[in-house]
């Protein structure tokens, strides 16, 4: 078993910055990647980021790719959602998902099977 624990969501303006971390425990050993979702209100959870654990490869959607970046600390086990530029419809619930084993794609919620309690983050305009 994994545990994931979110930190960082928070109220900000549009155009401001916030991190998030995520740290994980447990069964740390085993992650093969980690990621972050988020959901809004109404709407379907969709990916935002992902690492592979391993040679720390990143993905990001569209939709942040120049303005979030993903990155981790080993030692801490610990991943960080670092998101400048933020506009209000980045509002939303953001979710620490880890895999724990080898998956071909790391950019879908079905790849992940530990999550996190998520943490919010609303952007005002």
């Known amino acids: 078993q994994v545990q994931l624990v979110e930190s960082g969501g928070g109220l900000v303006q549009a155009g401001g910055s916030l991190r998030l971390s995520c740290a994980a425990s447990g069964r740390t050993f085993s992650i093969y990647a980690m990621g972050w979702f988020r959901q809004a209100p109404g709407k379907e959870r969709e990916f935002v980021a992902a690492?592979?654990?391993?040679?720390?490869?990143?993905y990001y959607a569209d939709s942040v790719k120049g303005r979030f970046t993903i990155s981790r600390d080993n030692d801490k086990n610990t991943v960080y959602l670092q998101m400048n530029s933020l506009k209000p419809e980045d509002t939303a619930d953001y979710y620490c998902?880890?895999?724990?084993?080898?998956?071909?794609?790391?950019?879908?919620?079905?790849?992940?099977?530990?999550w996190g309690q998520g943490t919010q983050v609303t952007v005002s305009s």
């Open positions: 998902a880890a895999a724990p084993s080898f998956r071909i794609t790391i950019v879908v919620a079905g790849a992940y099977d530990y």
């Open positions: 690492i592979r654990w391993s040679g720390g490869r990143t």
